[in-house]
């Protein structure tokens, strides 16, 4: 390599040299191959750039602080979807997924609740939060039901102690948010009974929608929360295993009372003097 860059500094090279050169580019490149980005992948610099300085703008101004407040039917109310959607992309852990979700199942609660105390509670403001509502479950179902597949015959121990840590974890946040919604769930109910049948009949129908997703998390536990088939396959082998004895006569035994089982099965006859 150093010889052709010394040829390249030489100011006249013969046709015969220069082809030599390209030769030896094209031979090396080939057997190198080197990855070049494409002017065209910085549109992916592009897009991140843009969502970091959207989320700068927000963060930095006052709409964030509009937005915190917003509530279903207002304006700001799906930029306040918004920065959670953004704020869930951070965490990590199964453990710290279920708690963004926890949070923001509390917040829509906090939604109906100030709702239907200000009686602004309506049929098209209910779909919204319900929706919501349910996204969000679907998310704790999906992150329970993931973190239970991470245990697998495959891993190392280390890896499945890990694992099974995490599924732990998972099913005792997973039973607090369902334990959370049940008193959440009264709280609305009770303050409905002081409003209009209609807001009556809205929170019963939020309720019902409500207990039906809580039920996939429930199974979603109750599946996580279950041995897994090579688990039960040792447990059932490690009880087939088990010998269960009885306490047979030993030789002593059987000594002192020499009696035959023929003998003993015959039926008593009279005896015939003569």
């Known amino acids: 390599m150093k010889q052709i860059f010394n040829k390249l500094n030489t100011p006249n090279m013969t046709d015969g040299e220069i082809r030599q050169m390209r030769a030896y580019l094209h031979s090396n490149t080939m057997q190198n191959p080197a990855f070049v980005r494409s002017p065209l992948g910085m549109s992916w610099y ?10 700068l703008l927000l963060t930095a101004g006052g709409i964030t602080y509009g937005a915190q407040k917003a509530l279903p039917g207002d304006t700001l109310y799906s930029v306040k979807l918004h920065i959670e959607e953004v704020k869930s992309m951070t965490n990590q852990t199964p453990k710290e997924k279920l708690l963004q979700q926890q949070t923001r199942l509390m917040t829509r609660f906090d939604e109906i609740e100030t709702l239907v105390k200000t009686g602004a509670m309506t049929a098209e403001k209910q779909a919204v939060v319900t929706e919501q509502l349910a996204a969000h ?47 959440r769930q009264a709280t609305i109910t009770e303050l409905a009974d002081n409003k209009s049948d209609e807001t009556k009949q809205i929170i019963k129908d939020t309720n019902i929608a409500l207990t039906l997703k809580t039920s996939e998390v429930k199974d979603a536990v109750t599946t996580a929360a279950a041995p897994k088939q090579d688990e039960a396959d040792a447990l059932e082998a490690d009880l ?12 002593k035994t059987q000594l002192q009372n020499p009696v035959s089982n023929d003998k003993a099965s015959l039926p008593n006859t009279p005896t015939h003097t003569q």
């Open 46 to 55: 592009v897009k991140t750039a843009s969502a970091a300085m959207s989320m």
């Open 137 to 183: 479950l679907d998310k704790v179902a999906s992150a329970v039901a993931d973190v239970e597949k991470e245990v697998t015959t495959e891993n190392t121990d280390a890896q499945n102690t890990v694992a099974k840590s995490d599924v732990t974890d998972a099913i005792a946040t997973a039973t607090k948010i369902t334990n959370d919604i049940a008193t």
């Open 240 to 251: 087939n295993n088990i010998n269960i004895t009885t306490r047979q006569p030993d030789e």
